[in-house]
């Protein structure tokens, strides 16, 4: 692999400072599985996080956090990141986008679709123009949101809480990092039952021991304007299925997701006409 000079992306750091050497190592890695232009918007996305001058930390953690970003929802999500970030610096601190990027890799693997994680992107700006100090908490407790809110839940959840604490600074710290009652009310009102994110790899495998072959599956976010959700849908050979499902009569979410994805691939494997 060609050596690359680093310089020209970290000018704000000494040629002797560790991310340097941070960089290199994570370039490499990144260079696996991102294609030139990736790595192109990837070091651009460097010289960008030192350009706004809010510290090492963010700088590594952007550094650290995008390959992994890449690896689970693809590389065109890059650039989105960095406009995020750049945005958000005019409403926040170096420490809370640093927290941000931080929590980037968890919010990817838990969305699975790029779409899903421009959504949360929208979210946190309008978070951090209608509840700056909610940010800090709602990302130090993000991994218990995502593993109980939909994306939609959670852009209800987040928007109750900067509505009723527009103008108390300390309710929205309380609110977002879940030490309120009024946010854990809404947070258990939002809980949805089963989500499709948790239960991928299971389905993967009942496909393949229905049908022996491989079907790709994406999440889409059914619910993120109201609770009414998204029928499931084919679209370029993937099957689409809400982020999740409610127990319905009895009937479990993980059921309604074994036969909405054994229906989509039984119309992909025998249909003869174009569905796509």
């Known amino acids: ?35 030139p ?7 651009e996305g460097v010289k960008g996080m030192c350009a ?12 650290e956090a995008m390959p992994q970003v890449a690896k689970e929802i693809g590389e065109d999500i890059i650039p989105d990141v960095v406009h995020a970030m750049m945005s958000l610096s005019s409403h926040t601190s170096g420490t809370v986008i640093t927290l941000m990027l931080h929590n980037l890799p968890l919010a990817a693997q838990r969305f699975g679709d790029i779409d899903m994680m421009r959504n949360f992107l929208v979210l946190i700006h309008q978070l951090a123009g209608k509840a ?35 103008r108390d600074l300390d309710g929205q710290m309380a ?14 009102k939002e809980r949805r039952g089963t989500l499709f994110i ?33 029928r499931p849908f084919i679209e370029d050979w993937f099957i689409h299925v809400p982020d999740a499902y409610d127990t319905f009569y009895g009937i479990s979410g993980v059921e309604t997701f074994r036969a909405a994805v054994a229906h989509m691939a039984a119309h992909i494997v025998y249909t003869g006409t174009s569905i796509s």
């Open 37 to 43: 232009r990736g790595l192109e918007h990837y070091l």
């Open 52 to 63: 706004l001058g809010r510290g090492e930390d963010l700088i590594l953690s952007y550094i």
């Open 175 to 188: 609110y977002f990092g879940l030490k309120s009652e009024s946010s854990r009310a809404v947070l258990k």
């Open 132 to 166: 700056p100090r909610g940010l800090r908490p709602m990302m130090e407790n993000l991994e218990e949101l995502l593993s109980k809110l939909t994306l939609g839940g959670l852009r209800r959840w987040a928007m109750w809480g900067a509505q009723a604490h527009a």
């Open 198 to 230: 948790d239960n991928q790899r299971k389905l993967n495998f009942y496909l393949r021991a229905l049908w022996g072959r491989a079907f790709f599956m994406k999440p889409t976010s059914g619910d993120y304007e109201t609770r009414q959700g998204l």
């Open 1 to 35: 692999m060609t050596r690359v000079d680093f310089s020209e992306f970290l000018r704000c750091l000494d040629p002797k400072h560790p991310h340097y050497a941070a960089l290199e190592a994570n370039y490499n890695d990144a260079a696996r599985i991102l294609s």
